[in-house]
């Protein structure tokens, strides 16, 4: 077995998880997931198909009718991209989830020993990919400014030269709730454009955005882009559409990256089930009987947990602009891990521990606010104002 | 974009298909896909998980149930295995596709540099996994002996050496129906034992055999191996159970690998769908219900395609003993790709280009005999027969 593989590091949230199997009594926290069923119409979208007897291989890069329902949606958010031209259905493709969209494009991008900035702290996958792919892997820490984890743009962009392949970037960010600004992503796509350097941008929290913006989303590289930039902005229907374990998500890419899209499709996962792409195109007919009312209770989660927390004495957070996650800092914890640990054993709590997503994010704990009930996220501040009291430091 | 990732090669097959686009009236035997639906009762477990509302992520490595009911069948069909231990569930893990599987195994096991070694021809998803991770491949040619492609083993066995870190194997084989001996296998083994060299083991045809056997099936490397040996033997729902469209399938692993597995699989797709996997279950608990009969027919399609092809002058094949392709040399073809999109022109017939595996198959079609209706095979035949009378040489 190939050491690189042996060396990723295991799932510090699983970790904490199982912990926890076998005690129903915890309430947990810790994946980034609604516990809300996905709606009727888009499960019966998929019966529908299997009940029609489409069990059949279907083209590489998704149904043509769903990668255009993609292209009319993202057409539709970023109206400025290219110049007002609408997105193409040839710059789509579509994927076995978004984590599935990140791993190719790094397939399709990064070389071994290549070049790879991340931007962290980030969720574990993008940066275990490019290690996978044999790359070499530099980070650019966000600082924690007042409990809000901050880019320092002009150290993010020295670290970008010439001989950098692939800057890898989420935002809204998983887990601190970090969001980019279109003057920051002009600035990063006008200076990745000088080295030549591909941008890959996590953007699956695009809707979860509480800020007022005009076209009810987050800022995004598509804003500003010509189709030809280097440049692969990857989406998932989970978490707009409530949709985590039906494992669909796309990209866009430019035109000259979908026919060895396709190829790398075809040998990592040949296509997405028809039926699955059936419900995915129901989602998005539909977009707006699901989306504002996930993104309008997301909102009144975060405001119900967000203060709640900022009550707490000594804890450091500041309100998220996006994402579905409250990131803070716990006083006196210096290992996260075992913090939540000892939340799952001693107050029945399940968060997910700081050091999951980056080292210097130690002594943070995420907290996924997407609850169906919220009051079970007021249990949670209650159980954690309990053991601040009385744990031992 | 990555020189190598360009430079894989685009679908032939592909090719030759969308030669035939629009036109309804082409008999299409190119892909290797039964055009019979998933029987219903599969289909209806996953309909009632769906109605569940099982829509949430699952374990990496699989349901439980599924992996125990997988380790149960591999273990009543592999008795031998281990010296007589079943398969334990811990050496399982579910995937989007046997595709998947065999690129997770990849991922896994191949270094950026390393020498791999893979038998061909083969179906070219095999060679292309270990250059997308940027191995140095190196192919070993079966030879056609009398219209069978046959192995030289002694051969084989002098190209695998102590440097060599993975041998990838396809047998029943697609394209060509060549399967091995478990006495091959035996020889295979040893050698990789000394050499320290990994077997990706592609077996997914093993129900698809046509032969006299104790179990029902074609000789596997799980036969002879024990737990620990370097081995990973890929298995898919696809051909066995009429489930090609919901991209589920499985490896066996040795149990070093599983925690990495999790790992990688968590890293490129997270999950396989709660719903497909139970389709799996359902599938596997009434196998008998569904893989005999569906045996059976291929059986009785390949007697009826092969003594037909055989009738034709000139034309060189063996009768497969495995697999669902009949893999003929058409006399005086030379370009099996030009060949493949003149049928499809002019004879409205649709084959899968030999050369589409293995440059040294040019001159070689594929023909799926998997066809519900076995008069279509007939209605082929006429349609290749009648065309080798006047088409031009």
């Known amino acids: 077995?190939?050491?690189?593989?042996?060396?990723?590091?295991?799932?510090?949230?699983?970790?904490?998880?199982?912990?926890?199997?076998?005690?129903?009594?915890?309430?947990?926290?810790?994946?980034?997931?609604?516990?809300?069923?996905?709606?009727?119409?888009?499960?019966?979208?998929?019966?529908?198909?299997?009940?029609?007897?489409?069990?059949?291989?279907?083209?590489?890069?998704?149904?043509?009718?769903?990668?255009?329902?993609?292209?009319?949606?993202?057409?539709?958010?970023?109206?400025?991209?290219?110049?007002?031209?609408?997105?193409?259905?040839?710059?789509?493709?579509?994927?076995?989830?978004?984590?599935?969209a990140l791993m190719l494009a790094v397939q399709a991008l990064v070389d071994p020993g290549d070049d790879v900035v991340a931007v962290t702290p980030v969720w574990p996958n993008l940066t275990a990919q490019p290690l996978i792919m044999g790359a070499h892997l530099r980070t650019v820490p966000l600082q924690p400014v007042n409990g809000a984890w901050t880019l320092d743009l002009d150290?993010?962009?020295?670290?970008?030269?010439a001989d950098t392949k692939l800057l890898i970037v989420n935002a809204p960010n998983n887990p601190t709730g970090w969001t980019?600004?279109?003057?920051?992503?002009?600035?990063?796509?006008?200076?990745?454009?000088r080295t030549g350097t591909w941008i890959l941008a996590d953007e699956v929290y695009e809707n979860l955005y509480y800020a007022p913006s005009a076209q009810g989303c987050a800022p995004s590289f598509l804003d500003l882009s010509v189709p030809e930039d280097r440049l692969v902005v990857v989406h998932s229907f989970s978490k707009s559409f409530l949709m985590t374990g039906w494992r669909l998500g796309w990209m866009v890419m430019p035109p000259a990256l979908t026919v060895p899209m396709g190829k790398l499709i075809e040998f990592n996962t040949s296509c997405a089930s028809v039926f699955v792409q059936r419900a995915g195109i129901a989602a998005l007919q539909h977009a707006d009987d699901?989306?504002?009312?996930?993104?309008?209770?997301?909102?009144?989660?975060?405001?119900?947990?967000?203060?709640?927390?900022?009550?707490?004495?000594?804890?450091?957070?500041?309100?998220?602009?996006?994402?579905?996650?409250?990131?803070?800092?716990?006083?006196?914890?210096?290992?996260?891990?075992?913090?939540?640990?000892?939340?799952?054993?001693?107050a029945g709590l399940g968060l997910a521990p700081g050091n999951a997503f980056a080292p210097e994010a130690n002594g943070w704990l995420r907290w996924c606010f997407a609850s169906k009930d919220i009051a079970r996220l007021h249990d949670g501040v209650a159980r954690l104002a309990d053991w601040m009291q009385r744990a031992p430091k």
């Open 1 to 100: 077995m190939r050491r690189t593989i042996e060396n990723l590091e295991e799932s510090k949230i699983r970790e904490v998880a199982n912990a926890g199997l076998g005690r129903p009594d915890v309430l947990a926290f810790w994946f980034g997931e609604s516990d809300e069923v996905t709606p009727d119409f888009i499960r019966q979208a998929a019966v529908d198909s299997i009940q029609r007897g489409e069990t059949f291989y279907s083209h590489n890069l998704g149904l043509p009718e769903l990668r255009t329902e993609i292209a009319q949606t993202m057409s539709r958010k970023h109206p400025l991209h290219g110049n007002a031209q609408p997105i193409a259905m040839e710059r789509i493709a579509v994927t076995a989830g978004g984590v599935n």
């Open 155 to 161: 150290r993010l962009l020295a670290q970008i030269t």
């Open 180 to 193: 980019l600004s279109t003057e920051e992503q002009r600035a990063i796509l006008d200076h990745c454009r």
């Open 290 to 346: 699901v989306t504002p009312r996930v993104v309008a209770h997301l909102q009144a989660c975060r405001d119900a947990l967000v203060p709640a927390l900022q009550a707490l004495p000594g804890l450091s957070l500041a309100t998220p602009q996006g994402g579905m996650y409250a990131f803070f800092q716990l006083p006196g914890a210096k290992d996260s891990l075992e913090v939540a640990k000892r939340l799952v054993r001693e």
